[in-house]
C-alpha cells in the first residue's frame, strides 16, 4: 500500500476511531500503528479501513486528479489471503 497516497485508519473495540492517516506499520506480529496514532494491540483492533481514492493535485489552475487504486490494492489483499469487504467504496479488514 505504500505505493499510493492513500489513507488509512483503525476503528477499536471500544469504538475509537482514528483520524485517517498516510500511512500503517505492523511493528511486530501483534502491534498495528498509523501516523500520530498506536502503537495498538491487535487484540483492541477491530478494523483497518483503507480509502483507495487519491486525490493528486493538478496546479493551481487545473482541477484535482482522483485516482481510485480500489482494483491494486484488492489484487494485493487477494494474493496475501487477508479478508476485507467494501462498505461504501472503503475497503474493510475485520479483526477477531
Do not use: C
Amino acid at each position: 500500500m505504500h505505493l499510493y497516497s492513500i489513507q488509512v485508519r483503525i476503528i477499536l473495540i471500544d469504538d475509537t476511531v482514528t483520524n485517517w492517516s498516510s500511512w500503517l506499520t505492523l511493528p511486530s506480529n501483534s502491534y498495528a500503528e498509523i501516523a500520530k496514532f498506536g502503537p495498538f494491540r491487535l487484540v483492541d483492533v477491530l478494523s483497518i479501513e483503507i480509502n483507495p481514492n487519491e486525490t493528486k493535485e493538478m496546479g493551481r489552475l487545473l482541477p484535482n486528479k482522483n485516482i481510485d487504486h480500489s482494483l491494486a490494492i484488492i489484487d494485493k489483499l487477494e494474493l496475501e489471503g487477508i479478508a476485507f469487504r467494501i462498505d461504501d467504496g472503503v475497503l474493510v479488514i475485520e479483526f477477531g
